[in-house]
């Protein structure tokens, strides 16, 4: 298998067999009726006035607390951290003398290319004052990407605290370093006359003020806009002048995530983002937001653009994702030096983390469903809302400015497809993974894939890197692009080997699950990632550049036709879970070059492999990065649908056969006849739901209203879907637990105990009634500069732990101020997480 970034997990030993009993298969909803509103006021309005059940936008809480009483008595809200802002800043060409010469030629001085003038900004902006000021104290300030409250987080927002950065910010401090790193430019002899600060305060080059194109999304009006427009004036206080370039999502997206930065079109946005899940440990986000190899800064990874560089994060955030770590020390060392760099480099600044609020209509449902305590309502809570409604129908709206529900391509492969989250929020409950995280614990398990016979065996070499110690048998395959065929990995050595069983199931286009669909993808992914010379027409550079960092970890794969199982051999080592081992090492079932929760049949991709080699029937020229002269693949518009449906025409009337099933049609008991009947399914469901969108989970698209900006779903009925609404429900409940407070004495006297306090309040997840806490396990922890103490918390009464610090750990510390960590871990849920300062004399 390739092994890719996208890391999800299972549980061992979870059975999936006797899922549904007395309901129907599927969902407990008939039907699900997506739209807009152009106004968040007007969204809450009508969910309390009933005409919607659900607004399905993570609403800050500055609106929320600014609606009536009579409208909040009518909503149930769910409660979440899930969105976050940041600045994302275009350092092109990151080098002396900072000179940009544009792909159009012109020449022009950026401030953001000199790393120093990046880092300031984390001193110039008062976070502080955004929550209090534009949020109205319902956020919580954002340094690193991992908010302090989330597991783990406390130790990557330490490493901010150590460079000095605060929420408060220091302005002062910020313009002062600003003016050094721009006059230190100034004196380079490249800039000698050229760059200088004129006599209105505000820096020249060639004679012309520098002015920053500040891209700023106009239709956030109650956080991105006002947000943005702070954040200029705090720049132009530094004698940086700032065009505030307020637009719509179409043109802010387009023009920074979808051009060269070498344009020079732009130099700041005022990026969102939502939390896309409840997490237990936190690599991803510090990779996504911080490594240039993940493709999710300037230049996305597109090989023609200019790219940000930084190869220590690269590699050590490889190291994290990939499990070259060999304890879990070291697995936080890693983290917290990624941390630093990301903070250091400065190209994504953090701003905010929102509390966010999903409002539902409150007698809408029977009671309260799933929901992320990371993300708010998502598939898991589509899957589990009852409606009380008798035809089973649900109004879900979401809000855009500009009354429109997509923005990007709904490319299926391509690293820039589904690249928004109006879509992710349709698609996910279209599309079931092989395994993900608990909504409401973070903990992982299985869905479409079980596995068993985990091992990993690791040594460190006699340079001391951690090697593998497991030998791929001789029956091991891979696809190799450049022959087109499979060939043996036998004699390579692995770090960790599992094997997974295929959970029956049906695409959505009644073809059945099975090996063939993990052969296909695996072929797949290493041909497209894979470029075989130049010119090489099955080769999509960003695409790439998403997987292929992964190809070394991979040792190959065992497909076991007789008994419908995968073995794969794989680098991944996770000392703290198990479990997660599993995952890591599964098979992929989509091909999918970024995760936005997207997944199809292959028998789709593979019509869109074709579009892209050989032409499409409209004469459009089709590929999965959009570039110039190109179309992106596109599932969903009419255009796009019917060359996809006149490809799947021409593969019946060929039999075609994909190239990466060739060699195993036999083994397969398959013939080039049933792939035509898989094909001829496929076009059956385009042509009656006007769509490709053809997944595998508990709803389906069931049309398209463009015109109306309306989409509808509904729920999958086939008898072969293996889940039903009760099941997720049973499988997923838990404790879940709040910290109140954490209580420390006013000053503590060194070489004296310190009692902390800890006040927890314990529910149980999703029905959220809180009471006093007595089930969950208390540990605080003291944070010197020789590093962390641990104690366990002992009940002294419903909802009040109690933890002394000895003398003798406190004897030892100089007078100054300490944090202390507070965490409440409940029977099987999601660590809750406080801090304070212990001020010592």
Same mark, same amino acid.
């Given at each position: 298998?390739?092994?890719?970034?996208?890391?999800?997990?299972?549980?061992?030993?979870?059975?999936?067999?006797?899922?549904?009993?007395?309901?129907?298969?599927?969902?407990?909803?008939?039907?699900?009726?997506?739209?807009?509103?152009?106004?968040?006021?007007?969204?809450?309005?009508?969910?309390?006035?009933?005409?919607?059940?659900?607004?399905?936008?993570?609403?800050?809480?500055?609106?929320?607390?600014?609606?009536?009483?009579?409208?909040?008595?009518?909503?149930?809200?769910?409660?979440?951290?899930?969105?976050?802002?940041?600045?994302?800043?275009?350092?092109?060409?990151?080098?002396?003398?900072?000179?940009?010469?544009?792909?159009?030629?012109?020449?022009?001085?950026?401030?953001?290319?000199?790393?120093?003038?990046?880092?300031?900004?984390?001193?110039?902006?008062?976070?502080?004052?955004?929550?209090?000021?534009?949020?109205?104290?319902?956020?919580?300030?954002?340094?690193?990407?991992?908010?302090?409250?989330?597991?783990?987080?406390?130790?990557?927002?330490?490493?901010?605290?150590?460079?000095?950065?605060?929420?408060?910010?220091?302005?002062?401090?910020?313009?002062?370093?600003?003016?050094?790193?721009?006059?230190?430019?100034?004196?380079?002899?490249?800039?000698?006359?050229?760059?200088?600060?004129?006599?209105?305060?505000?820096?020249?080059?060639?004679?012309?003020?520098?002015?920053?194109?500040?891209?700023?999304?106009?239709?956030?009006?109650?956080?991105?806009?006002?947000?943005?427009?702070?954040?200029?004036?705090?720049?132009?206080?530094?004698?940086?002048?700032?065009?505030?370039?307020?637009?719509?999502?179409?043109?802010?997206?387009?023009?920074?995530?979808?051009?060269?930065?070498?344009?020079?079109?732009?130099?700041?946005?005022?990026?969102?983002?939502?939390?896309?899940?409840?997490?237990?440990?936190?690599?991803?986000?510090?990779?996504?937001?911080?490594?240039?190899?993940?493709?999710?800064?300037?230049?996305?990874?597109?090989?023609?653009?200019?790219?940000?560089?930084?190869?220590?994060?690269?590699?050590?955030?490889?190291?994290?994702?990939?499990?070259?770590?060999?304890?879990?020390?070291?697995?936080?060392?890693?983290?917290?030096?990624?941390?630093?760099?990301?903070?250091?480099?400065?190209?994504?600044?953090?701003?905010?983390?929102?509390?966010?609020?999903?409002?539902?209509?409150?007698?809408?449902?029977?009671?309260?469903?799933?929901?992320?305590?990371?993300?708010?309502?998502?598939?898991?809570?589509?899957?589990?809302?009852?409606?009380?409604?008798?035809?089973?129908?649900?109004?879900?709206?979401?809000?855009?400015?500009?009354?429109?529900?997509?923005?990007?391509?709904?490319?299926?492969?391509?690293?820039?497809?589904?690249?928004?989250?109006?879509?992710?929020?349709?698609?996910?409950?279209?599309?079931?993974?092989?395994?993900?995280?608990?909504?409401?614990?973070?903990?992982?398990?299985?869905?479409?894939?079980?596995?068993?016979?985990?091992?990993?065996?690791?040594?460190?070499?006699?340079?001391?890197?951690?090697?593998?110690?497991?030998?791929?048998?001789?029956?091991?395959?891979?696809?190799?692009?450049?022959?087109?065929?499979?060939?043996?990995?036998?004699?390579?050595?692995?770090?960790?080997?599992?094997?997974?069983?295929?959970?029956?199931?049906?695409?959505?286009?009644?073809?059945?699950?099975?090996?063939?669909?993990?052969?296909?993808?695996?072929?797949?992914?290493?041909?497209?990632?894979?470029?075989?010379?130049?010119?090489?027409?099955?080769?999509?550079?960003?695409?790439?550049?998403?997987?292929?960092?992964?190809?070394?970890?991979?040792?190959?794969?065992?497909?076991?036709?007789?008994?419908?199982?995968?073995?794969?051999?794989?680098?991944?080592?996770?000392?703290?879970?198990?479990?997660?081992?599993?995952?890591?090492?599964?098979?992929?079932?989509?091909?999918?070059?970024?995760?936005?929760?997207?997944?199809?049949?292959?028998?789709?991709?593979?019509?869109?492999?074709?579009?892209?080699?050989?032409?499409?029937?409209?004469?459009?020229?089709?590929?999965?990065?959009?570039?110039?002269?190109?179309?992106?693949?596109?599932?969903?518009?009419?255009?796009?649908?019917?060359?996809?449906?006149?490809?799947?025409?021409?593969?019946?009337?060929?039999?075609?056969?994909?190239?990466?099933?060739?060699?195993?049609?036999?083994?397969?008991?398959?013939?080039?006849?049933?792939?035509?009947?898989?094909?001829?399914?496929?076009?059956?469901?385009?042509?009656?739901?006007?769509?490709?969108?053809?997944?595998?989970?508990?709803?389906?698209?069931?049309?398209?209203?463009?015109?109306?900006?309306?989409?509808?779903?509904?729920?999958?009925?086939?008898?072969?879907?293996?889940?039903?609404?009760?099941?997720?429900?049973?499988?997923?409940?838990?404790?879940?637990?709040?910290?109140? !407070? @954490?209580?420390? %004495?006013?000053?503590? =006297? #060194? /070489?004296?105990?310190?009692?902390?306090?800890?006040? *927890?309040?314990? +529910? $149980?997840?999703?029905?959220?009634?809180?009471?006093?806490?007595?089930?969950?396990?208390?540990?605080?922890?003291?944070?010197?500069?020789?590093?962390?103490?641990?104690?366990?918390?002992?009940?002294?009464?419903?909802?009040?732990? !109690? @933890?002394?610090? %000895?003398?003798?750990? =406190? #004897? /030892?510390?100089?007078?100054?101020?300490?944090?202390? *960590?507070?965490? +409440? $871990?409940?029977?099987?849920?999601?660590?809750?997480?406080?801090?304070?300062?212990?001020?010592?004399?």
């Amino acid at each position: 298998m390739r092994f890719r970034s996208l890391v999800v997990v299972l549980l061992l030993g979870l059975s999936l067999s006797g899922l549904v009993l007395a309901q129907d298969v599927g969902p407990f909803a008939n039907k699900v009726i997506y739209d807009v509103r152009m106004q968040e006021e007007i969204a809450l309005q009508d969910v309390a006035a009933g005409n919607i059940d659900i607004f399905q936008w993570s609403t800050s809480g500055n609106v929320i607390f600014g609606l009536d009483q009579a409208t909040l008595d009518e909503l149930d809200l769910y409660i979440a951290p899930t969105g976050s802002e940041s600045l994302l800043l275009n350092p092109y060409p990151n080098a002396a003398p900072y000179i940009a010469v544009a792909n159009d030629g012109t020449v022009s001085f950026n401030p953001f290319a000199i790393q120093e003038v990046r880092y300031a900004l984390h001193w110039l902006v008062n976070r502080q004052q955004i929550i209090d000021e534009i949020m109205q104290g319902t956020s919580e300030a954002a340094i690193p990407s991992v908010a302090p409250s989330q597991a783990g987080g406390f130790k990557l927002n330490l490493v901010a605290a150590k460079l000095g950065i605060t929420a408060e910010g220091d302005e002062a401090r910020g313009i002062q370093m600003i003016t050094d790193a721009m006059t230190a430019a100034a004196a380079l002899p490249e800039n000698v006359g050229r760059l200088a600060l004129g006599a209105d305060g505000f820096w020249e080059f060639d004679g012309v003020d520098i002015e920053l194109q500040f891209a700023i999304r106009v239709d956030d009006p109650n956080v991105r806009l006002p947000l943005g427009r702070y954040v200029a004036d705090q720049i132009e206080k530094a004698g940086i002048k700032v065009n505030r370039v307020e637009r719509d999502r179409v043109y802010c997206i387009r023009t920074t995530y979808l051009t060269d930065p070498a344009d020079m079109l732009w130099h700041m946005y005022t990026e969102g983002w939502g939390a896309g899940g409840t997490n237990a440990w936190q690599e991803v986000s510090i990779t996504q937001m911080f490594a240039p190899w993940y493709t999710n800064m300037p230049g996305g990874g597109e090989p023609s653009w200019w790219n940000f560089e930084s190869p220590e994060i690269d590699l050590l955030t490889q190291d994290i994702i990939y499990g070259k770590f060999f304890t879990l020390d070291e697995y936080w060392d890693k983290m917290v030096r990624s941390t630093e760099i990301g903070l250091r480099d400065a190209a994504r600044i953090y701003l905010q983390y929102d509390n966010s609020y999903f409002a539902v209509n409150k007698d809408a449902f029977e009671s309260r469903f799933l929901y992320g305590l990371g993300d708010g309502i998502n598939d898991f809570s589509l899957y589990t809302m009852r409606p009380v409604a008798a035809d089973g129908v649900v109004r879900i709206t979401q809000f855009s400015a500009q009354g429109a529900l997509f923005l990007n391509a709904w490319d299926p492969v391509g690293t820039q497809g589904f690249n928004d989250f109006y879509a992710a929020n349709i698609i996910t409950p279209c599309t079931d993974n092989v395994g993900t995280q608990m909504p409401g614990s973070g903990k992982d398990f299985p869905i479409l894939l079980t596995w068993k016979d985990v091992d990993t065996q690791i040594a460190l070499d006699a340079d001391g890197n951690i090697v593998g110690e497991i030998v791929v048998p001789a029956e091991a395959m891979e696809y190799d692009s450049a022959t087109g065929n499979w060939v043996s990995t036998g004699g390579e050595m692995a770090i960790s080997t599992a094997t997974y069983n295929i959970v029956d199931a049906n695409w959505h286009d009644g073809n059945p699950m099975g090996l063939w669909d993990y052969i296909y993808t695996e072929g797949f992914i290493t041909d497209w990632a894979t470029e075989d010379g130049a010119g090489d027409l099955y080769f999509d550079g960003p695409y790439g550049s998403a997987w292929s960092p992964g190809f070394a970890y991979s040792h190959g794969v065992i497909y076991d036709f007789a008994n419908n199982e995968i073995t794969t051999f794989f680098d991944y080592n996770f000392p703290p879970d198990a479990d997660r081992v599993g995952l890591s090492g599964a098979p992929n079932l989509y091909v999918r070059g970024a995760n936005h929760g997207q997944g199809v049949e292959w028998t789709v991709v593979e019509a869109l492999a074709l579009l892209v080699v050989e032409g499409s029937e409209s004469g459009t020229i089709y590929g999965f990065t959009p570039v110039e002269g190109v179309t992106e693949c596109d599932i969903l518009r009419v255009s796009g649908v019917a060359d996809i449906a006149a490809k799947l025409e021409e593969m019946i009337a060929s039999k075609h056969v994909p190239a990466y099933l060739a060699g195993y049609m036999d083994e397969l008991g398959l013939t080039a006849d049933d792939l035509v009947g898989f094909y001829e399914n496929t076009l059956a469901f385009i042509e009656a739901h006007g769509h490709a969108y053809v997944s595998n989970g508990g709803f389906y698209i069931d049309g398209f209203d463009p015109a109306n900006n309306q989409i509808t779903l509904a729920a999958n009925r086939d008898p072969a879907y293996p889940f039903n609404g009760q099941y997720w429900l049973d499988l997923l409940e838990t404790n879940t637990a709040r910290i109140d !407070e @954490v209580i420390l %004495p006013l000053v503590a =006297t #060194a /070489g004296q105990d310190v009692t902390v306090t800890v006040e *927890v309040s314990e +529910a $149980t997840y999703p029905y959220n009634v809180f009471e006093p806490g007595t089930i969950s396990v208390v540990e605080v922890i003291l944070i010197t500069d020789a590093g962390e103490q641990s104690y366990i918390g002992a009940l002294v009464a419903p909802g009040e732990f !109690e @933890v002394v610090i %000895p003398g003798s750990d =406190t #004897a /030892g510390l100089a007078a100054g101020a300490y944090t202390v *960590v507070g965490i +409440a $871990t409940p029977a099987g849920g999601l660590p809750a997480a406080s801090s304070v300062t212990l001020l010592v004399q």
